[in-house]
Nanobody, 121 residues
């Protein structure tokens, strides 16, 4: 069983910074894509940033130049450094990780519990 534990959300003023982290625990063979999504109030969940299985990084246009996604070498942790935060960044942020399911030879996706980020003066 794989578990994801997120940390780092909170309240910050516009222009401020926050760093989110997501740690993977449990038994798994291999990690694939690791990313962050967010769900603003009253809206659908959307991609923020992802590090693909091939180590390509992809960002939503709205966060390019402000957010940076990173993983540790062992791919146990995925972090999101958020700078120059805007009120529009207010949302619940979720990490998502793909794990290779060896018996079924397929990727399984796991989600974190979500952490609230509020940008307000």
């Amino acid at each position: 069983q794989v578990q994801l534990v997120e940390s780092g959300g909170g309240l910050v003023q516009p222009g401020g910074s926050l760093r989110l982290s997501c740690a993977i625990s449990g038994s798994f063979f291999r990690v694939g894509d690791m990313g962050w999504y967010r769900q603003p109030p009253g809206k659908q969940r959307e991609l923020v940033a992802v590090v693909t299985n091939g180590d390509t990084t992809i960002y939503a246009d709205s966060v390019k130049g402000r957010f940076t996604i990173s993983t540790d070498n062992a791919k146990i942790t995925v972090s999101l450094q958020m700078n120059s935060l805007e009120p529009e960044d207010t949302a619940v942020y979720y990490c998502k990780v793909q794990v290779w399911d060896l018996p079924n030879q397929s990727w399984l996706s796991y989600w974190g519990q979500g952490t609230q980020v509020t940008v307000s003066s």
